[in-house]
């Protein structure tokens, strides 16, 4: 069984905004915060899912715009396709 882990401190700054805006508690248990990432996503109408490979947990965003995000815990992998996402609405991406 896998285990959800997140270090607080890790998040970088530029992200901390986009999960502070998102109602994001990186304190907050782990199935809690994997819930409110996941909950986030759909807010941005976002729709995904999830697994793990060997190369770590792999976030495949559906809908609006098919997107795969990594990282080494379901959460980063979340959080990545979170901040894609909150950029995307604001007009940053490309």
Known sequence: ?????H????????LAATLSQAGIDLTSESGARRDALHAAIARYEGFCNWSVDYTGWVVT?????ERTFSGTTL??????CLTWLAQRSRGTVV
């Open 7 to 14: 270090d607080p401190r890790s998040v970088p700054p530029e």
């Open 75 to 80: 959460e980063d992998g979340l959080v990545r």
């Open 1 to 5: 069984m896998a285990t959800l882990t």
């Open 61 to 65: 965003l559906y809908f609006p715009e």
